[in-house]
């Protein structure tokens, strides 16, 4: 069925450090990606999406490619702040449905001044 | 605007007892999505309500059950509480109906089953 791996966590940077935080997944079809990123109490918030192949969806200097080759989405930032520490969410919807969104199971990032 | 709410923000029950947990969405969205966060399973989508009516349903026992209003707040509840019931369970809210609409959370219910 489909499903979304991410990298266990947490994940330790400093901060200004480059950030990756890997996801794949598996889906038939052409899935539409998202990631999501939740603070410290509160609910999760969109942070970027991609809806077909080699899109790339980008916010608040975080960037992700939609690579159907690898079946990968993984999140990026060139420099990371206090700021951003949270747990970051992978997410899928199946291709030709809108009933259905599958998450990761996350990765709390923490950032260290 | 005003964002999702969800009340009460902690609640801490006992095996056997049932509880009711309340979701206020934006003004204006009339979808309601529910779900269930652990840190094993992580986020797993419980049950969706659209114009009072539940339009999905996720993969979880009877126990589980929701409604919603006719100005679109949602409760759920769950009876007979076992202690796997323990998490936060997580309110979001949307336009209307379908995933692909962008849901907005609520900060979520912690529910602990002791």
């Known amino acids: 069925g489909d499903s979304v791996t991410q990298m266990e966590g947490p994940v330790t940077l400093s901060e200004e450090a480059f950030l990756t935080i890997n996801c794949t997944y598996t889906?038939?079809?052409?899935?539409?990606l998202f990631w999501y990123v939740q603070y410290p109490g509160e609910g999760l918030q969109l942070l970027l999406k991609?809806?077909?192949?080699?899109d790339k969806g980008s916010n608040k200097g975080f960037e992700a490619t939609y690579r159907k080759e690898t079946t990968s989405f993984h999140l990026e930032k060139g420099s990371v702040q206090v700021s951003d520490s949270a747990v970051y969410f992978c997410?899928?919807?199946?291709?030709?449905?809108?009933?259905?969104?599958?998450f990761g199971k996350g990765t709390r990032l923490h950032i260290l001044p | 605007k005003a964002g999702v709410t969800q009340t009460p923000r902690y609640l801490i029950k006992t095996r056997g007892q049932q509880v009711t947990l309340s979701c206020s969405p934006i003004?204006?969205?009339?979808?309601v999505s529910w779900y269930q966060q652990t840190p094993g399973q992580g986020l797993q989508f419980l049950f969706e309500?659209?114009?009072?009516?539940?339009?999905n349903k996720g993969n979880f026992p009877g126990r589980f059950s929701g409604r919603q209003f006719s100005n679109s707040r949602s409760e759920m509840n769950v009876s007979t509480l076992e202690l796997g019931d323990s998490a936060l369970y997580l309110c979001?809210?949307?336009?209307?109906?379908?995933?692909?609409?962008?849901?907005?959370f609520g900060p979520g219910t912690r529910l602990t089953v002791l």
């Open positions: 979001a809210s949307s336009l209307t109906s379908g995933v692909y609409n962008e849901q907005f």
């Open positions: 889906a038939t079809g052409y899935p539409s």
């Open positions: 991609a809806t077909k192949a080699d």
């Open positions: 997410a899928l919807i199946p291709g030709g449905r809108d009933d259905k969104i599958i």
């Open positions: 003004s204006g969205h009339r979808s």
């Open positions: 309500y659209f114009s009072e009516t539940q339009r």
